[in-house]
C-alpha cells in the first residue's frame, strides 16, 4: 500500500498480492504464522462472530498463545456477549470483558 498527499489531496494505492492467493481459511492461516514468526503478544478483538472465530481457529492451529478481549456495552450488543461467554466454554478460554 502507498500512501500519501499530491496537490492537497490523500490518496493511498493498492497493489495486488505477488503471490497466487489461496482460500481463506489458508490465507489466515498464514497470516497467523507470520505474525507469531515476528513475534510479540497478540489479543484478538473478539467478538464471537465467525470472523473472530476463524482468526482464533488459525492461532490456535499453530499452538500460537493468543489472548481474546471482548468490549461490552449492556443493552447494546447482548446478543454478541451471550456467544462470547459460549465461545469461552466451546474453545476452553477466558475472554477479557471490559
Known amino acids: 500500500m502507498i500512501y ?3 496537490d ?3 490518496y493511498v494505492e493498492y ?3 505477488s503471490r497466487p492467493v489461496r482460500n481463506m481459511r489458508e490465507e489466515s492461516d498464514r497470516r497467523a504464522r507470520d505474525l507469531v514468526n515476528d513475534g510479540g503478544k497478540f489479543m484478538l478483538g473478539f467478538s464471537g462472530g ?3 472465530q476463524a482468526v482464533l481457529q488459525s492461532f490456535r492451529d499453530i499452538d500460537a498463545p493468543i489472548e481474546t478481549a471482548f468490549l ?3 443493552g447494546y450488543n447482548d446478543n454478541e ?3 462470547v461467554k459460549f465461545l469461552d466454554k466451546k ?3 477466558k475472554t477479557l470483558v471490559k
Do not use: R, V
Open 50 to 52: 465467525l470472523d473472530s
Open 91 to 93: 474453545y476452553q478460554i
Open 72 to 74: 461490552y456495552l449492556p
Open 81 to 83: 456477549f451471550e456467544q
Open 15 to 17: 497493489h495486488g498480492c
Open 4 to 6: 500519501g498527499f499530491e
Open 8 to 10: 492537497n489531496k490523500f
